[in-house]
């Protein structure tokens, strides 16, 4: 099983204008690959986060989400994005849905990018704040 952890940090005024069916694809990808990487886990944990990072010249919306699985191997990491790049384990998929994630968020001023370790992956989804798919109220 998994147990799944929500770290909000934004307050509920804060509305993201961007096309819905292609978001929840971002997520669904992100997360079902969070989840096979805990695959045998008697205690995974996946994390989702969301914060406003203001830090950066152009403040935009982070959301962060976390597994404790193995982490990406070293042989896949250069080549993560790229089409048909996977483990080679043929339960985790094709190597289609990070490619066509990472290339949806670039279409809307956004970014998706990862950090990982034998610890688990983190992979992060930024959104501009000041975007034309981005309303923040």
């Not at 008697?42 to 010249?57: C, F, M």
């Not at 982490?71 to 996977?86: A, C, E, R, W, Y």
């Not at 990070?98 to 959104?127: C, N, V």
Request: aromatic content about 8%; glycine content about 8%; hydrophobic content about 35%.
């Amino acid at each position: 099983y998994v147990n799944v952890e929500r770290n909000y940090h934004l307050s509920s005024n804060y509305k993201i204008n961007v096309p819905k069916y292609q978001v929840q694809q971002v997520f669904l990808i992100l997360i079902h690959n969070a989840i096979n990487a805990m695959y045998g886990s008697d205690s995974g944990v996946l994390t989702l986060s969301t914060v406003l990072d203001d830090s950066a010249e152009m403040p935009r919306v982070k959301v962060t989400i976390t597994d404790t699985g193995t982490g990406i191997p070293v042989h896949v990491q250069d080549n993560l994005f790229k089409l048909k790049s996977t483990s080679g384990d043929n339960r985790r998929g094709v190597g289609m849905g990070l490619p066509w994630a990472r290339a949806f968020m670039t279409t809307i001023g956004g970014h998706l990018s990862f950090s990982t370790s034998e610890k688990g992956t983190k992979m992060y989804i930024l959104i501009p704040k000041n975007n034309r798919y981005l309303k923040l109220g």
